[in-house]
């Protein structure tokens, strides 16, 4: 039992992993800091890590998907990160195959085995 | 708190120079945000703060998740190659400095401390020797890997296809291990022999059976000389070895690559021979004075008149050799197609 337990989780990561982006591009049409992004994740039911988080906005940042500022206005320095035109438009697609993605896969799953 | 300074510190310190600020700033907003969160509007404790870092996890994990991909000297699918070469080349080192060392025993057996002294030293600097150019020969061919790669990847839109794929060697166009294997054996023996025992290289003299001395054929005084030629040349060797076994078949650009290194053996040795003053210049007068020959017997004179011409004539091995090992490979990659 305890190794169907490790299997589970290790094939949870995995596909949480592979949602993690869609997730957070979704909640960049308005500008936020890392943490506002992980308490706002977590409040969707969306829990995600800020080890995790962090380095993927600089990666999204970096692929152009993102753009960032940086706000020293408030008592702290904050990274403000935002969709791009470029993201936006990448968004769009990405919700089109996941809706896509989740219709076959629901059809896959109602004729389970095949029937 | 300095413990926060610390972690922010080692997680920076293994990101590349251009990003730690910025990462920097960000880590040190993301942990105040989280304690903040943690302690609302009381008072920050260490406790609180050790609970937060340990959350953000092990800086080494954190930093890799930032750099994305991971770096090597060796990369994967080099380490085998890499692990192999690497014993060989301790081994062969080694066994040649130990059989040196028993043979110097063996020969002059009242001087064992000696001998057991410069074994140590030749281990010493021996193995680390071994080990350091293996490291730096794969580096390279890691690098070379490497750029070559991401030029590809620039290429726009180019597309693999089943076509690119290169056929199966025909057996006359594979590298067989066992020969690159030889060959990386070789060339550490000569090269450990040549740094290590090059005062053995030369006619042994006995006396009633014992061993007495050596005439060498080189002369010790330009022994610095002729040792970085020969390290550069077998060094070579021994890359192209590699690149041979890692490759598996004979193609056009192992073909080049043996070019551009046999014209650079070639060079070395012309260096070598260019400089008359390598030979022992006083190799004839002592093998008469050991008493091995009579001067002027018809012996001396065939003796002498070898020893004049080996340069030429190991000048003309070696570039028979080399230019054997270029057309071989030439016709190994056409037979192969």
């Given at each position: 039992m305890r190794d169907t337990n490790e299997h589970l989780d290790k094939l949870m990561q995995e596909l949480r992993r592979g949602t993690l982006t869609i997730g957070v591009l979704s909640q960049l049409y308005e500008p936020q800091y890392g943490y506002s992004l992980v308490s706002l994740l977590e409040g969707k039911g969306f829990p995600v890590e800020?080890?995790?988080?962090?380095?993927?906005?600089?990666?999204?940042?970096?692929?152009?998907?993102?753009?960032s500022q940086w706000d020293t206005n408030e008592t702290r320095p904050r990274k403000y990160y935002l969709l791009s035109e470029s993201g936006k438009l990448v968004f769009d697609q990405l919700v089109a195959e996941w809706?896509?993605?989740?219709?076959?896969?629901?059809?896959?799953?109602k004729s389970k085995g095949g029937l | 708190?300095?413990?926060?300074?610390?972690?922010?510190?080692?997680?920076?310190?293994?990101?590349?120079?251009?990003?730690?600020?910025?990462?920097?700033?960000?880590?040190?907003?993301l942990i105040e945000d989280m304690l903040d969160e943690r302690v609302q509007d009381g008072e920050i404790t260490e406790k609180h703060?050790?609970?937060?870092?340990?959350?953000?996890?092990?800086?080494?994990?954190?930093?890799?998740?930032?750099?994305?991909?991971?770096r090597y000297l060796v990369g994967p699918e080099l380490f085998d190659h890499y692990v192999m070469v690497l014993k060989i080349a301790l081994i062969s080192t080694s066994v040649v400095i130990g059989v040196s060392f028993i043979i110097s025993i063996i020969l002059d057996p009242p001087s064992i401390l000696q001998s057991f002294i410069s074994f140590i030293i030749s281990l010493v600097t021996g193995l680390p020797m071994a080990f350091g150019w293996t490291t730096f020969a794969f580096a390279i061919i890691q690098f070379a890997g490497n750029t070559h790669l991401k030029r590809k990847e620039l290429q726009p839109k180019r597309r693999w296809s089943p076509s690119d794929l290169p056929p199966v060697p025909h057996p006359k166009g594979r590298v067989k291990r066992g020969e690159a294997i030889t060959g990386?054996?070789?060339?550490?023996i000569c090269i450990t022999v040549f740094v290590f025992s090059g005062d053995y290289l030369g006619v042994w003299l006995f006396d009633a059976g014992k061993f007495k001395e050596v005439i060498p054929f080189f002369n010790e005084e330009y022994y610095g000389y002729y040792v970085l030629f020969i390290l550069l040349i077998f060094g070579f060797g021994m890359i192209k070895e590699c690149l041979?076994?890692?490759?598996?078949?004979?193609t056009m650009k192992l073909?080049?690559?043996?070019?551009?290194?046999?014209?650079?053996?070639?060079?070395?040795?012309?260096?070598?021979?260019?400089?008359p003053n390598i030979w022992n210049p006083n190799f004839m007068a002592q093998l008469v004075d050991s008493g091995l020959l009579t001067a002027h017997s018809e012996t001396y004179t065939t003796?002498?008149?070898?020893?004049?011409?080996?340069?030429?004539?190991l000048l003309i091995l070696f570039l028979f050799a080399l230019v054997w090992d270029i057309a071989d490979g030439f016709i190994r990659v056409r037979k192969g197609r």
């Open positions: 800020a080890g995790t988080l962090y380095p993927l906005l600089r990666r999204l940042e970096k692929q152009g998907l993102l753009e809706e896509d993605m989740v219709g076959n896969l629901d059809n896959l799953l | 708190m300095e413990i926060i300074e610390r972690y922010v510190y080692a997680v920076t310190q293994l990101l590349p120079p251009s990003q730690r600020e910025d990462i920097a700033k960000e880590l040190r907003g703060v050790e609970e937060v870092l340990v959350e953000l996890g092990e800086p080494r994990k954190l930093a890799n998740k930032y750099r994305g991909m991971k990386i054996i070789f060339y550490i041979k076994m890692i490759y598996g078949r004979w073909v080049l690559f043996t070019l551009v290194v046999n014209i650079i053996s070639i060079i070395g040795l012309l260096f070598i021979i260019a400089e003796i002498r008149s070898v020893w004049e011409q080996t340069t030429l004539w």
